[in-house]
T-cell receptor, first 112, second 115 residues
């Protein structure tokens, strides 16, 4: 059964720092992997999606990488800003027609 | 225009009551989901429907019954509510037919509090 783990559970950084959030999964046979952002009291917003055949995806200051063989993904945030403060969730899809399995998230706090 | 909308946003009710949460998506997606986020913020799949057909049914009590009148709607009915049902329930949708590039879109959640 697929399990998704995110480390660290919480992270506090000063504004301007580059940071990396980690995600690991137990079953490397994945369809895709998605990173989401959740603000307090809000729903989830999809940030990046990496297909199983891809190694990375970039959107603005965000870069997500995927290493299927080692069961790992990282989300790199460049030049962090207070507005980046949120919980970041990693989720993997095992195959078409299955649901995303989520990690417990990393809560990021960026101070000005 | 809201892509995935859920109602109500907040639901406070007594133990033993029956309640429903409604979800609608206007993205033309063929697959809809219900997720539950517990007090520790862990998000777990409950149900998934593809073109009105149930395709995923995780170990959820029989008191929870999803209903999909058409592929744009997926409602969740809960009978005999218990304290442990208190959580945030999220509806989501995706277009599975678009292959591995298909993203998941979430509603803003329904916070259920059972007293």
């Amino acid at each position: 059964k697929q399990e998704v783990t995110q480390i660290p559970a919480a992270l506090s950084v000063p504004e301007g720092e580059n940071l990396v959030l980690n995600c690991s999964f137990t079953d490397s046979a994945i369809y895709n992997l998605q990173w989401f952002r959740q603000d307090p009291g809000k729903g989830l917003t999809s940030l990046l999606l990496i297909q199983s055949s891809q190694r990375e995806q970039t959107s603005g200051r965000l870069n997500a990488s995927l290493d299927k063989s080692s069961g790992r993904s990282t989300l790199y945030i460049a030049a962090s800003q207070p507005g980046d403060s949120a919980t970041y969730l990693c989720a993997v899809k095992g195959q078409a027609g299955t649901a995303l399995i989520f990690g417990k998230g990393t809560t990021l706090s960026v101070s000005s | 225009d809201t892509a995935v909308s859920q109602t109500p946003k907040y639901l406070v009710t007594q133990m033993g009551n029956d309640k429903s949460i409604k979800c609608e998506q206007n993205l033309g997606h063929d697959t809809m989901y219900w997720y539950k986020q517990d007090s520790k913020k862990f998000l777990k799949i409950m149900f998934s429907y593809n073109n009105k057909e149930l395709i995923i049914n995780e170990t959820v009590p029989n008191r929870f019954s999803p209903k999909s009148p058409d592929k744009a709607h997926l409602n969740l009915h809960i009978n005999s509510l218990e304290l442990g049902d208190s959580a945030v329930y999220f509806c989501a949708s995706s277009q599975d037919g678009r292959g591995p590039s298909s993203k998941l879109f979430f509603g803003s959640g329904t916070q259920l509090s059972v007293l």
